[in-house]
């Protein structure tokens, strides 16, 4: 079956710093990568949503300064959480498709703590 | 109010036992419908599309009810490894992004 891999799967690290999370499809092209968090006990929250070699959509509430999104090839996006604080700390997850017809599959997470 | 809605349980069943999770969700604009399960700290993993006619996949079957907008997950004889969040999740039509329930927690106790 379709393989999404995340990388890395645990960052800690201080305040301030900048984290970047990669997410890649590993057999399949995809067209269409999502990036989402999950705060603990809460529902995954779609941050946005990427289609490659265009800018990202992000929903309501996420700052597209702080979140940078990537999606330069049909295998890999990158997040990039700039600066990151405390309050950032959650489970984020990458989620890529092929055509829209296509289930999406996600990556294995990335847990971030900062300190 | 939220794309959809579930019960965060926990269910606490035996081995064996028949346990049912129901899902609703709040835009009749909804097109496609999905269980995926969580296990703890984990990524979530597709564990069947819902069809319109109601679908089955070995211990597992799913009902969608378009008129009353809601979405169902039977699991029959628990196993112990069912042990999981379960999520609703649906997608607008013509929407990229899915929305997820907040889950329901099920531990099946030997």
């Known amino acids: 079956g379709a393989v999404v891999s995340q990388h890395p799967s645990r960052v800690i690290c201080k305040s301030g710093t900048s984290v970047k999370i990669e997410c890649r499809s590993l057999d399949f092209q995809a067209t269409t990568m999502f990036w989402y968090r999950q705060f603990p006990k809460q529902s995954l929250m779609l941050m946005a949503t990427?289609?490659?070699?265009?800018?990202?959509?992000?929903e309501q509430g996420v700052e597209k300064d702080k979140f940078l999104i990537n999606h330069a090839s049909l295998t890999l996006s990158t997040l990039t959480v700039t600066s990151a604080h405390p309050e950032d700390s959650s489970f984020y997850i990458c989620s890529a498709r092929g055509t829209e017809n296509q289930p999406q599959h996600f990556g294995d997470g990335t847990r971030l703590s900062i300190l | 109010r939220k794309e959809v809605e579930q019960d965060p349980g926990p269910f606490n069943v035996p081995e064996g036992a028949t346990v049912a999770f129901n899902c609703t969700y709040s835009?009749?604009?909804?097109?496609?419908f999905f269980w995926y399960r969580q296990d703890c700290r984990k990524e979530p993993k597709l564990l069947m599309s819902?069809?319109?006619s109601g679908n089955e996949d070995g211990r597992f079957t799913a009902q969608l009810n378009r008129a009353s907008q809601y979405i169902s997950l039977l699991i029959r004889d628990s196993k112990l490894s069912d042990s999981a969040t379960y999520l609703c999740v649906v997608r607008l039509t013509g929407a990229n992004n899915l929305f997820f329930g907040t889950g329901t927690r099920l531990t099946v106790i030997p």
């Open positions: 835009n009749s604009a909804s097109q496609s």
């Open positions: 990427s289609n490659e070699g265009s800018k990202a959509t992000y």
């Open positions: 819902v069809y319109s």
